[in-house]
């Protein structure tokens, strides 16, 4: 059986926090973390109702030697984005060749499409989907063709 998504391509686990600066500077003095500049903004996505309009930031740990890298992610109330109990982990991020056909295959595995947003293109450029089980993991997959600008604003 080949698996849906690979090892290799897991990039990050996201964490969605109730408090995006306290989160930051806690992982920087107990972990060593440290961060790129803050990235995102006002972002359109489709919902199961509807289509919505987000305010998404986010900043990702730089690191030239540790993956995945960690993603803090600002609470968006009232949506998907709000922080988990329990561990904090929020998501695991994956790139994806075809997040389209990926997406298709984790639904035909119990997962449940939250939220998409297409790219320029029209295609499927990310999606978060979650596990309908009690146990499993909230998945972003992510466009392989947003590695280099996701990896050049990492550098800053």
Do not use: N
Not at 35 to 47: C, K, N, Q, Y
Not at 55 to 66: E, G, L, N, V
Not at 76 to 84: I, K
């Amino acid at each position: 059986m080949h698996p849906t998504l690979r090892p290799e391509d897991q990039f990050h686990v996201g964490i969605v926090a109730e408090d995006f600066h306290a989160t930051k500077d806690q992982l920087s003095q107990l972990f060593g973390f440290e961060w790129g500049e803050e990235m995102g903004g006002p972002t359109e996505v489709s919902l199961p109702d509807g289509e919505a309009a987000i305010d998404f930031r986010c900043a990702y740990s730089r690191s030239k030697s540790t993956a995945p890298l960690l993603e803090i992610v600002r609470r968006v109330p009232g949506t998907l984005w709000e922080p988990t109990p329990g561990s904090g982990i929020h998501h695991f991020g994956y790139w994806s060749d075809d997040v389209a056909s990926d997406t298709a295959e984790l639904e035909r595995h119990g997962y449940v499409t939250e939220a998409t947003r297409k790219g320029p293109d029209g295609a499927l450029f990310f999606a978060f989907l979650r596990s309908a089980e009690q146990t499993g993991f909230r998945i972003e997959l992510v466009s392989r063709a947003a590695k280099p600008a996701l990896e050049q604003a990492w550098s800053r």
